[in-house]
């Protein structure tokens, strides 16, 4: 498409179409310095509904303030023609959805040293987020809430990329989920946040330890026949399918998921960072210690560092698309 008649929002030029959900759809994009970027525009249904404005609104506020080699960087955001949009750091790899996904079809047994490498990136993520302030130094207070396979992207190098804030609690802003009021993906809720119950920082842990688990075993840890039955093994941290299979896990590593996956938060857990530190403790201890260049050789092996944007279906799944 010649750049002259190529679409614009913003600022920004729009190219390619990356993906589409019930909420949003991702274009790459270019500024105007001629960076690549990645730009997410609200559905316009979405857009005239008050209420997830002002969600949107929250999301782009808060997170355009965090800046983290494993966040996902927000550039900027707003409103023209009707159209809310938010422009995000373009990432060229897969999320841990894909990664899941391929790996068990194709069988490809659990690489233990990125495992390592992929779980000390997202505590370290969600240390920064938990602890960050404002730009008046004022504490956010970040629960992130949706912290789960497709919001989690590997760069083509091996680095994480924690993404989508747009159920996040924090302080400052308005509350905006009732009580009783279920948000948040079925299937990687911590015990009280699926039944509806107030969270902290810990139930995003406990979100990290469902993740450990599916990628250690390569099996869902609380699918059910349908979303109550999901529901049901959440609420009562079920581990059946991670005894079953947890055979081969190392064991230092395998304690530190099971404290993450303690159904009572006060036993999990107190930070990210305590958890990360015995994270690495165990990798270190079991001589499973890696980094972003083994996440590297696990993706080149899986076969998905073949192509930048596509997957099977033509189009790639990006964070806040849903």
Known sequence: MPAETAPRIGPFQLGERLGVGGMAEVFVASAPDGSRLAVKRILPALARDREFCDMFWDEARITKSLEHPNVVRVYDYGREDGDLYMALEYVDGPNLARV??????????????????????????????????????????????????????????????????????SEVVARRTQPGELKGKIGYMSPEQAAGGAVDARSDLFSVGIILAELLTLRPLFLGKNELETLSRTTHADLSTWHRFNQNVPLGLRAVVERALSRSPDERYGSAREMRQAWHDAARIGRNEGGEREVVNWLTALGMLESETNDRSGQRVIPGAR
């Open 100 to 169: 899941l996904r391929k790996a068990a079809r194709e069988a490809v047994g659990a690489d233990v040293r990125a495992i390592v490498a992929i779980g000390s990136q997202l505590l370290a993520a969600l240390d920064f987020v938990h602890d960050a302030n404002g730009p008046n130094g004022r504490p956010l207070s970040i629960v992130h809430r949706d912290v789960s396979p497709g919001n989690v992207m590997l760069t083509r190098t091996g680095q994480l990329k924690l993404g989508d804030f747009g159920i996040v609690r």
